[in-house]
């Protein structure tokens, strides 16, 4: 599987815009990135996936860079219930194995 | 939509007791769950995928008979920890999804396992 980098940890504060980024230079092109969630002691959240092109959900706004070997999720207003950890996962499309494979992802933390 | 639900949500048990953990689709039907184990502070690591009337496929490492999953319909996939001792003890956790590649994985709650 091709492999994404993200920071250890992050911090923002709440009501503001906050930027996650995910490196992925070995993406292949029908890779898609997909962004999961986990809060503490509990499964985690889908939080929306793109392909090329940017996208937006009533959660998070996905940017995809033009070469697609970084992306970035933008939560727009943090709140203290966005306080997690956020994985950035490649998941390959067609074949019929659509496992995912979780790095460390990003924690983070959003203070009041 | 889209709901996973994941019993029970902790058990606590003795060493060499066999435990079920059931995960159901709720209002979709998943043709392949997964399952995940998490230890604490470590990020989850797949066990194994499950379709729907066939025998599971197992990550490498993961003993096929120490953890049996059973996938008897497209809403309802079980693991058995088989003998579970100490280190067992984790957060495990289920996922389903529909058959197309770009769709996503909805997560159970997760079971915390504790054994004496």
């Known amino acids: 599987d091709a492999k994404t980098t993200q920071p250890n940890s992050m911090e923002s504060n709440e009501e503001e815009p906050v930027h996650l980024p995910c490196n992925h230079s070995?993406?292949?092109?029908?890779?898609?990135i997909h962004w999961y969630r986990q809060l503490p002691s509990q499964g985690p959240e889908y939080v929306i996936h793109?392909?090329?092109s940017n996208v937006n959900n009533r959660m998070a706004s996905l940017a995809i860079a033009e070469d697609r070997k970084s992306s970035t999720l933008i939560l727009h207003r943090a709140t203290l219930r966005d306080a997690a950890v956020y994985y950035c996962?490649?998941?390959?499309?067609?074949?019929?194995?659509?496992?995912?494979?979780f790095g460390k992802g990003t924690l983070l933390t959003v203070n009041p | 939509g889209a709901v996973v639900s994941q019993h029970p949500s902790w058990v606590i048990c003795k060493s060499g007791t066999s435990v079920k953990i059931e995960c159901r689709s709720l209002?979709?039907?998943?043709?392949?769950m997964f399952w995940y184990r998490q230890f604490p502070k470590q990020s989850l690591m797949l066990m194994a995928t499950?379709?729907?009337?066939?025998?599971?496929?197992?990550e490498q490492g993961v003993e096929k008979d120490k953890f049996l999953i059973n996938h008897a319909s497209l809403t309802l996939s079980t693991l058995t920890v088989t003998s579970a001792h100490p280190e067992d003890s984790s957060f495990y956790i289920c996922?389903?999804?529909?058959?197309?590649?770009?769709?996503?994985?909805?997560f159970g709650d997760g079971t915390r396992l504790s054994i004496l």
């Open positions: 996922s389903a999804t529909k058959s197309y590649s770009n769709q996503p994985q909805h």
């Open positions: 070995t993406i292949s092109g029908t890779d898609y």
């Open positions: 793109g392909l090329t």
């Open positions: 996962i490649l998941r390959a499309s067609g074949g019929s194995n659509y496992k995912l494979t």
């Open positions: 209002d979709f039907q998943a043709t392949t």
């Open positions: 499950s379709n729907e009337g066939s025998k599971a496929t197992y």
